[in-house]
């Protein structure tokens, strides 16, 4: 099973950028599709931005043209690049895999400790 590990959150203020990254163990995580996922407290984890085997990535329109999704298969590893941040963007990021149901992308694997992000007004 892939295990995921999540990293590169932090503290930023109002249009400012970071970058999260997730690290993967497994062979089979460059056949997965992955997920960034965001949940702030008393909100319900959402999906953010997702990216597929082959590189083709969707976002929701909140964090369109803001945040990029990218992978290197090679560092088995999946990137987020969130620029002019807002403090609605503060919650604790994970990530997953993702497998496609008849409805949609589902997360399957195990959640990781997510990391924190935080957007000071």
């Known amino acids: 099973q892939v295990q995921l590990v999540e990293s590169g959150g932090g503290l930023v203020q109002a249009g400012g950028s970071l970058r999260l990254s997730c690290a993967a163990s497994?062979?089979?995580?460059?056949?997965?599709?992955v997920g960034w996922f965001r949940q702030a407290p008393g909100k319900l984890r959402e999906l953010v931005a997702r990216i597929s085997n082959d590189g083709r990535t969707n976002y929701p329109d909140s964090v369109k043209g803001r945040f990029t999704i990218s992978r290197d298969n090679v560092k088995n590893t999946v990137y987020l690049q969130m620029n002019s941040l807002k403090p609605g963007d503060t919650a604790v990021y994970y990530c997953n895999t993702l497998a496609l149901r008849p409805w949609g992308y589902v997360p399957f694997g195990s959640w990781g400790q997510g990391t924190q992000v935080t957007v000071s007004s």
């Open positions: 497994g062979s089979t995580f460059s056949i997965n599709a």
